[in-house]
């Protein structure tokens, strides 16, 4: 079984502050990590991933994660924010083992980011 | 362009009735999902097709039925079994391998009570 707990429901921030969005894991098996972004009313998109290799995985709009396995961490940062970064985010894990689960994505309860001018 | 198309968009469902949500891809993924959203509570999957014709139960399938007549689509009916129903629901798709996890969204069908 796997498990994904975001630590904060809503971070607010100012424009041009960093931001970091917690992540923790729990799984019996190792995992793939990563981050999906929802705008109001749209669906997912997917913003990062960590598959493998580098624990530092960088992904689309300036965000960055990195993969802590001994902590069971995947936390998102942002050295500088903008307006338009204001959304929910949501961390999500895979097993990379096989079995009944795989292919099964576990999403954490998601983090509202709003980003004040 | 390619994607994902849910609809409606908004629906709204008197006691006692089914209701189907529609889900389309047109970009030849073999896996398709259904995910039930409530605020603070993250996305919970509710049933997922790997292959045309074959379906899996996700974490909250009860009063809930798809099915997989075509590869590009899995539509979801919402049975009046289903006693909370007000939630929105979202449609994802992925080819296979490594790449299951890397799914592809619809905007979503929020579906309403009267």
């Known amino acids: 079984a796997q498990s994904v707990t975001q630590l904060d429901s809503q971070v607010p921030v100012f424009e041009e502050a960093p931001v970091e969005l917690r992540c923790n894991y729990s799984?019996?098996?190792?995992?793939?990590l990563f981050w999906y972004v929802q705008y109001p009313n749209q669906g997912l998109q997917l913003l990062l991933k960590?598959?493998?290799?580098?624990?530092l995985v960088k992904g689309i709009n300036g965000f960055e994660a990195e993969f802590n396995k001994s902590q069971t961490s995947f936390h998102l940062r942002k050295p500088s924010v903008h307006i338009s970064d204001t959304a929910e985010y949501f961390c999500?894990?895979?097993?990379?083992?096989?079995?009944?689960?795989?292919?099964?994505?576990?999403f954490g309860q998601g983090t509202i980011l709003t980003v004040h001018p | 362009d390619g994607g994902i198309t849910q609809s409606p968009k908004y629906l709204f469902r008197k006691e006692g009735q089914n209701v189907t949500l529609s889900c389309e891809q047109n970009?030849?993924?073999?896996?398709m999902y259904w995910y039930r959203q409530d605020p603070g509570q993250g996305l919970r999957l509710i049933y997922y097709?790997?292959?045309?014709?074959?379906?899996q139960k996700g974490d909250i399938a009860e009063g809930y039925s798809v099915s997989r007549e075509k590869k590009e689509s899995f539509p979801l009916t919402v049975t009046s079994a289903q006693k909370n129903p007000t939630a929105f629901y979202l449609c994802?798709?992925?080819?296979?391998?490594?790449?299951?996890?890397?799914?592809?969204f619809g905007d979503g069908t929020r579906l309403s009570i009267l």
């Open positions: 994802a798709s992925s080819i296979e391998g490594t790449a299951v996890y890397l799914q592809h």
């Open positions: 799984s019996s098996v190792s995992v793939y």
């Open positions: 960590y598959l493998s290799g580098s624990t």
């Open positions: 999500a894990v895979g097993n990379n083992a096989g079995g009944t689960s795989y292919g099964k994505l576990t």
């Open positions: 970009l030849n993924h073999d896996a």
């Open positions: 097709s790997q292959i045309v014709n074959d379906f």
